[in-house]
């Protein structure tokens, strides 16, 4: 007999497994990551039907794992860049106090961060 897909409602989460302890922040996170990449990975949601919220953790903890291990080069191939992904990051970053919009210092206008190079900086 087919064992039956694990599907929760992805507008919430639920992190049931001994590996996390719940009232530890870190433990959360890891068990948000490990998480969200086993349900994507083995197809139980398309990203657009997790929470943003549960997509910018994910992606910033990626990020901020494979920054601080020298291997941002990494993040970037794997991820083509794609404008959803930094996105998410860009939006956790800020969530978490982490990046602001840059202020341009002759107009006091917010002006958005070049992630590439579509700014046309080289």
Known sequence: MAKPAFN???????????????????DRLQGLVHWVNHVLINGHYPPEALPPEA???FYVEIF???????????????SQWKPETIAYVRAGLRAMGRM?????????????????????VS
């Open 8 to 26: 929760p409602p992805a507008d919430r989460i639920a992190i049931q497994d001994a590996r996390w302890n719940e009232s530890d922040p870190e």
């Open 64 to 78: 901020r794992q494979l920054v601080t291990s020298g291997k941002l080069s990494w993040f970037v191939s794997e």
């Open 55 to 57: 997509l910018q953790g």
């Open 100 to 120: 602001s919009t840059p202020r341009s210092s002759h107009t006091g206008k917010s002006r958005s961060r070049c992630w590439d190079r579509s700014c046309g």
